[in-house]
């Protein structure tokens, strides 16, 4: 890659500040000399090796970074029908059908509705911060809008909310996370702008309830999965398969409802309740196949802004969709013949109104897909088509439970700094980074730990070295679950569930052990006998000895005994 290329790859993205730095502390000397270079030095992260990438930083995250724990309602929960709540379409689904292995469905889940004290002492034992979980819509409002609310369920959050509070433990609240009441999928779900309306009382009604304890409210959680498979795939509820319209008329009216639930809460409650809010959206990190061909770069920036600009650029930049969507959609609408763009356009007026709508950025991420550019077939038309580019999975990664999640750690430090770049440096939240593992897999899940200290320190490395604002970590998830289209074969659980107990026992993993230890450290500081090391002369096994230290040591591994004696000593 020349010179030139490289510049201008960096002015293309603005990655200045993207960097793999050797971040084996020798010194202080040593580091400091390394972040200044992080500063103006960026094509090291793209051309850095596979053995630079694995390099430990150590470091910890700023005082009162926000370590937290997720769930959501339909996984967990249980309790489909009790106490007045009405169906959502996840009940209906997983009722109805059988295309989840064993013909799985949430109507036990982790029972959580019934154990809400055992969730409690979980948290409480990690020591978390922060707990996410999202409220299940209709156990509220159980034909979805207020006239049929439901006081019971309404009672089982407050419970759990002032559960939180009485230990200290914020709680980070989810209003929609996929589980639409059954009754507004009659009147035609998200493809309605009815919806606009309907989600905004629901909101207004939670705000003016919760709200009093609930400082940080989340109000879609994902968009891009409820438009592209409830709407385009139709492989979740709604199941509607209707790939050329429906995601784009979908997202559209997510974007509005979004946009006015936070007017909402801008208006009648931000002042008396001080709290935030914003959307949590979904990002896999697109590595450009050959970032020496400009053509796979643009394919990858492209890819980039379908997944998560779509409307990431609209809330956070200027209140309309980015040029590379309106542009694709555009072109093939017009080469398909039609009158106008699949893509739907927003008025002035919206745009003012959606623009600037989210107080924080929240980032869901999971994996990394290396992207190469393709010309699509024009024929049917499909979001999938509009993309012009395909994703393959990164080789030199772990695999998972599940086939397209490998383990590439270092994508979530690009990803970090190019919500950064790209949307002048708002305040990042992690709202969502998990791993699968094997429903078998009961304490013994090294395979997740080694997950976490490899992506919590590609975080730690975009924050200290490259200066992203990154405020909040939240692990996914509190307990195995009910893993949606996965059903009960996986888990992402740092407690295991045993579903075929009615008790659904709850045990802490070798991960909850470890995350604790996170948590309580602030991140990864200097071990002490480290530090000794780095005060000798540094030897070649000093350097290997850091060098290896992403491996997990046995030593580290707890016995069984002590998980326990972890677990039963909550804070
Ligand atoms: C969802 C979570 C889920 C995770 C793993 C995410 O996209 O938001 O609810 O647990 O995927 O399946």
Known sequence: MSNKEILWYLLKKKHINITL???????????????ELSKNVGPQSMLSSNFDRKMYHYGTFPEGFSWGISSSAYQIEGGWNADGKGPSIWDTFTQTTNTIPDNANG????????????????????RV?????????????????????NQKGVDYYNRLIDGLIAHNIEPMVTLYHWDLPEALQKVNGWESAEMIDIFNDYCDFCFATFGDRVKF?????????IAWSGYGLGNMPPNVKDPGYGPYIVAHNLIK??????????????????????????????????VSVRREVVAADRAMQFQLGWFAHPIFKNGDYPDALKWQVGNKSEIQGLPQSRLPSFTEEEKNFIKGTA?????????????????????????????????????DSPTTAIPNQKVVAWGLRRLLNWIKEEYGDPEIYITENGVATEAQTTWDDSARVFFYKAYIDEALKAYKVDGVTVKGYTATSLMDSFEWLNGYNVGFGLHHVDFSNPNRSRTPKYSAHFYYNIIKDNGFPLPDDEKQSLTKPSTTKNIKRLQMCLFVSRDQFPTRYSALRYWSQPA
């Open 217 to 225: 409210w989340i109000t879609i959680n994902q968009p891009q999965t």
């Open 107 to 126: 109507n036990v889940a982790c029972d959580s509705y019934n154990r809400l004290n055992e969730d409690l002492y979980m948290l409480r034992a990690l």
């Open 257 to 290: 409802a979004h946009a006015k639930a936070y007017h909402t809460y801008d208006d009648k409650y931000r002042q008396s309740q001080g709290g935030l809010i914003s959307i949590a959206l979904n990002a896999d990190w697109a590595e450009p196949k050959d």
């Open 359 to 395: 107080d924080v950025f929240c980032v869901n991420h999971y994996t990394t897909k290396i992207v190469s550019h393709v010309t699509a077939r024009l024929s049917p038309a499909s979001y999938e088509y509009d993309w012009d580019f395909k994703e393959e999975e990164e080789n």
């Open 21 to 35: 730095v050797n971040t084996v502390k020798i010194d202080n000397t040593a580091l400091i000399k390394v972040e």
């Open 129 to 149: 911060k922060s707990y996410r979980f999202s409220l299940s819509w209709s156990r509220i409002f159980p034909d979805g809008t207020r006239k049929s609310l």
